[in-house]
């Protein structure tokens, strides 16, 4: 069974720093694209960032240039490097992965359990 499980939420003041990890453990035979997604207090969830198998990656406007996504391959760990927090980064954030467990195995959608972040002013 896969299992997505971040770590690295907490409290931190406005212009702090934060790095969310995210290790993906169970039978996985290939990854497609694994990003993080937040979810802030009384909204819907949105996009942050998002990583391709090829190494693409992409970012929600709202955190361009203070958010880097990077992937390390040996420890199946996805990485959210969060510099410049701002209030608004308040939220609940979920780790996203689009993973199969063989060749013929079509992919599967999975989500880690989230962790807080908080930002004070």
């Known amino acids: 069974q896969v299992q997505l499980v971040e770590s690295g939420g907490g409290l931190v003041q406005a212009g702090g720093s934060l790095t969310l990890s995210c290790v993906a453990s169970?039978?996985?035979?290939?990854?497609?694209?694994m990003g993080w997604y937040r979810q802030p207090p009384g909204k819907q969830r949105e996009l942050v960032a998002f990583?391709?198998?090829?190494?693409?990656?992409n970012y929600a406007d709202s955190v361009k240039g203070r958010f880097t996504i990077s992937m390390d391959n040996a420890k199946k760990t996805l990485i959210l490097q969060m510099n410049n927090l701002k209030p608004e980064d308040t939220a609940v954030y979920y780790c996203?992965?689009?993973?199969?467990?063989?060749?013929?195995?079509?992919?599967?959608?999975?989500w880690g359990q989230g962790t807080q972040v908080t930002v004070s002013s």
């Open positions: 996203n992965a689009q993973m199969k467990s063989g060749w013929s195995s079509p992919y599967h959608n999975y």
């Open positions: 169970g039978t996985i035979f290939s990854v497609n694209v």
């Open positions: 990583r391709t198998s090829s190494g693409s990656t």
